[in-house]
Every structure is written in structure tokens, then in C-alpha cells.
């Protein structure tokens, strides 16, 4: 079973409005959590790294949570636009060896 | 861009063909990598290099030859491929392999492989 689990698997939202992306992890103990945007076609692109001790972290209309008690972090899109259609990967480093393991990622499309 | 090249972006090949892919990253990092990327499945890790040697290899078949003559350049040599092994192969790269809060990952574009 995969250590990292995204929900849901895909959505569609209408421009400008929000959405929110989820993301829970087994891995333990826990480094940090990433959040990257993956453009159709392209490679993952950094959004935001959080440690254990950050509760939020914003990128621009992009806000990632965590929640590292219960494990959840969860990637919060304002204002969406159509740019922001994409597949969002949720990434955890574990402390024990700084590995990364990697959810299958959401897809997000945003219509006009 | 992310200073992490790929070449070619598209790829097609027979299971007989052999083909190299390649990566270039103008980043000065000592770390690169190889990801398979299939359709609705996380990242797989095949490869780890630092400092041109190699750290890791995830149980990937001989047929996926890794190549690194310096910390700036990467290869993967194909050969007899399967059908199954179609799929997005990233490259990447980062200062150090160990992924703590500091080491960013910087990924290339990618490589679209499709095996006939």
C-alpha cells in the first residue's frame, strides 16, 4: 500500500472558483511534505515544502496545510484559473532516510 | 525553465531498438535521477546518482542501463524494451540525495516513451 494517498483522484471546477486537494501519509517519523504542480506534458514543479512545525504555507493563490498529528495536509487553490489545470502531487520525506514517496496525484480541470 | 533538459521529449521504439535518453542540468547539483512516470500511478524511482556514481538502484530490469560520466549529464540506455515500459521518464536533480526541507527536486520535462 502506497504511503502517500490523494483525494480525489480528479475534479473539474469552474473558473474563479475555489477547490481543495487531499493528501494523507503514513510515513513516519516525517521530514517535510511537498506540493508540486504538474502541467500536462511537463515535469513536477515545486509549489511548497512544509516542515512538521508549519501549519500553513502560501504560493501565491496556492495554500498548503498539515496537519502532522493526523497525518492530512491539504493544497487549497484561490481564485482558480484556467492555468491552473494541472496534476497536483503530494510528496512526504520520511526523517529516517530522507526518501521521497509520492501520491498518484490529482488532476484538476478548470473550465471557462 | 527548471535548468533540468531532457532530449527527445517524444520517443517511439520497437522492442528491438535501442535508444538513449538523455539529461543535462545547469544547476551545479551533485544528485540526479531517473523517475518512471505511468498514467495514474505515483512516481517510481529507478536511479540515483551522486557525484557520478551510482546510489541507488529500485530492482529495475537490465534492460534500463543508466549512464552518468559527470554530475551534469545523465543517460538512459534502452534495449529489447517491453510494451509496458511506455511511460513519462523524468529526469531529475537536487544538491543532495537526501530529500531533507532545504533540497529542493527539480525535474526535467520528461521523456514520452512509447514501445511498439
Known amino acids: 500500500k502506497n504511503q502517500v494517498e490523494q483525494s480525489p483522484q480528479s475534479l473539474i471546477i469552474l473558473e474563479g472558483k475555489n477547490c481543495t486537494l487531499q493528501?494523507?501519509?503514513?510515513?513516519?517519523?516525517?521530514?517535510?511534505l511537498r506540493w508540486y504542480k504538474q502541467d500536462t506534458g511537463r515535469g513536477p514543479v515545486s509549489l511548497t515544502i512544509?516542515?512538521?512545525?508549519?501549519n500553513t504555507k502560501s504560493n501565491g493563490r496556492y495554500t498548503a496545510t498539515l496537519d502532522a498529528d493526523t497525518k492530512q495536509s491539504s493544497l487549497h487553490i484561490t481564485a482558480s484559473q484556467l492555468s491552473d489545470s494541472a496534476s497536483y502531487i503530494c510528496v512526504v520525506s520520511g526523517s529516517n532516510d530522507y526518501k521521497l514517496s509520492f501520491g498518484a496525484g490529482t488532476t484538476v480541470t478548470v473550465r471557462a | 525553465e527548471t535548468g533540468v533538459t531532457q532530449t527527445p521529449r517524444h520517443l517511439v521504439m520497437g522492442m528491438t531498438n535501442k535508444k538513449s535518453l538523455k539529461c543535462e542540468q545547469h544547476?551545479?547539483?551533485?544528485?540526479m535521477y531517473w523517475y518512471k512516470q505511468s498514467a495514474k500511478k505515483p512516481l517510481e524511482l529507478m536511479f540515483v546518482?551522486?557525484?557520478?556514481?551510482?546510489?541507488e538502484n529500485n530492482s529495475v530490469p537490465s534492460r534500463f542501463s543508466p549512464e552518468c560520466p559527470n554530475s551534469s549529464h545523465l543517460f538512459l540506455h534502452l534495449h529489447t524494451l517491453q510494451p509496458e515500459d511506455s511511460a513519462l521518464y523524468l529526469c531529475?536533480?537536487?544538491?543532495?540525495?537526501?530529500?531533507?526541507?532545504?533540497?529542493?527536486?527539480?525535474f526535467g520535462s520528461g521523456t514520452q516513451l512509447s514501445v511498439l
Open positions: 512544509m516542515t512538521f512545525s508549519e
Open positions: 544547476l551545479g547539483h551533485n544528485a
Open positions: 493528501c494523507n501519509y503514513t510515513v513516519s517519523p516525517f521530514s517535510n
Open positions: 546518482y551522486n557525484f557520478k556514481e551510482q546510489t
Open positions: 531529475a536533480s537536487s544538491q543532495d540525495p537526501r530529500h531533507s526541507t532545504n533540497e529542493k527536486l527539480f
